[in-house]
């Protein structure tokens, strides 16, 4: 990657990387003459307006939790992604800072969407993470800031948090507001579209072909009722199949996209692009309809991650008599077996209360807990302990 001492200045990184395999099959004594033969190819952005915040986002935005180097966040922004969602619980606290240098100059032509804190929910601690992340970015004010990971919609209505997240609107240190749920999603959205108030302007949202059907009839409520909706997930996990000798193939990420692009109730998507030949082949979805060969790959793959893809929906727990974070760990797990994100994976699995952890399932001698959609919630329970001990 580029530093002040390498060799190679930004362009020429940039198109070795978006010459993909083909970098790799020259080797280094070919790079240069490959480099200034190489160039990006462009895609005509596609926007849809971002709710009742007004903001005309890209349908394709980028998701930067996987991203550890801003070079690649950088060339999307190029290709005319305008819209960069982050939290400083990402890669163990680089993501705002990889963020920051990767919009540094072109701020005024860039969305920035961050997160406070997933256990932050006083006024001192929702101010102390904005100012936080304003100087990690190192930028004026933020876009869209949310509040991170609700798993009930109360969480939403905490007079501290409105309060807070209203001061530092008015102190001009954010512009909007959003929230963002992984478990019981169509409860918590649709809290959100009920608050008599409309205090969030957002939600974020595990979005895919797997889907429960409630989660899309509360993205359709959502959107109807003028709140952006911003799809997350997108990808299914990003399995290794059983049918294959590798991870998620580029058809198959397309696919996902076109999917979730397709919902017009969507606002924008935020895949984590991690490298630079996923940001081309991603920005050149952008605009494409859904096909018939795409939904037979959707089907496949869906098949092939059946017995161990958990939809996150939270209603196992209702049946666990210990109150064991079930769908939270099913999310650690994925980070680790599908994404292949040890850290971020050992992170979600750490902000579990002790009481709700995997462990806590040695006490019983059976597990009553049950998945609607029959997922071994004991071999699940096991993986984790074995995974995160």
């Known amino acids: 990657m580029e530093s002040s001492n390498s060799p190679l200045n930004r362009r020429t990184f940039l198109k070795i990387g978006l010459a993909g395999a083909a970098a790799t099959a020259v080797g280094a004594g070919g ?162 579209v009920d608050d008599p108030e409309k205090f969030f302007d957002t939600i974020q949202v595990a979005y895919n072909f797997k889907s429960d059907p409630a989660v899309k009839e509360a993205i359709a409520r959502a959107s109807a009722a003028g709140l952006g909706v911003i799809a997350m997930k997108i990808q299914m996990g990003g399995y290794k199949t059983r049918e294959e000798a590798k991870a998620l193939t580029p058809d198959q990420a397309a696919a996902n996209l076109k999917w979730v692009l397709q919902d017009k109730n969507v606002t924008n998507a935020i895949p984590g692009m991690r490298t630079l030949e996923q940001v081309k082949q991603m920005v050149s979805v952008m605009g494409t309809k859904l096909t018939k060969t795409d939904e037979r790959i959707l089907q496949g793959y869906a098949r092939a991650i059946d017995s161990y893809y958990c939809r996150h929906c939270g209603q196992c727990e209702g049946t666990c008599p210990k109150g064991v974070a079930i769908s939270t760990i099913n999310r650690a797990l994925m980070y680790y077996e599908g994404y292949k994100v040890p850290q971020l994976a050992k992170e979600t699995y750490q902000e579990i209360p002790a009481q709700a952890l995997a462990s806590t399932c040695l006490s019983c001698s059976t597990c009553v807990a049950r998945c609607v959609r029959g997922l071994n919630i004991s071999r699940k329970m096991a993986q984790a302990r074995a995974t995160f001990a």
Do not use: C
Not at 38 to 65: C, D, H, I, N
Not at 81 to 103: H, P
Not at 161 to 186: C, D, M, P, S
């Open 31 to 192: 790079i240069r003459e490959l480099a200034a033969s190489s160039s990006p190819q462009s895609s005509q952005p596609v926007y849809r307006t971002l709710g009742r915040t007004g903001l005309k986002v890209t349908t394709l935005s980028f998701g930067a939790m996987l991203t550890p180097e801003f070079e690649v966040i950088r060339t999307g922004l190029d290709m005319g992604i305008n819209y960069v969602d982050t939290a400083r619980v990402y890669l163990g606290g680089r993501s705002e800072e990889i963020v920051g240098k990767a919009i540094k100059g072109i701020r005024d032509k860039v969305y920035v969407a961050t997160k406070t804190q997933p256990k932050s929910n006083t006024k001192e601690a929702i101010i102390k993470d904005v100012e936080t992340s304003l100087s990690n970015l190192q930028i004026d004010y933020i876009d869209l800031i949310q509040l991170h990971n609700l798993d009930s919609p109360q969480r939403a209505f905490i007079p501290e948090v409105r309060e807070a997240y209203l001061r530092l609107k008015a102190q001009g240190k954010v512009r909007f507001f959003g929230i963002t749920t992984h478990t019981n999603q169509a409860a918590v959205i649709n809290g959100v």
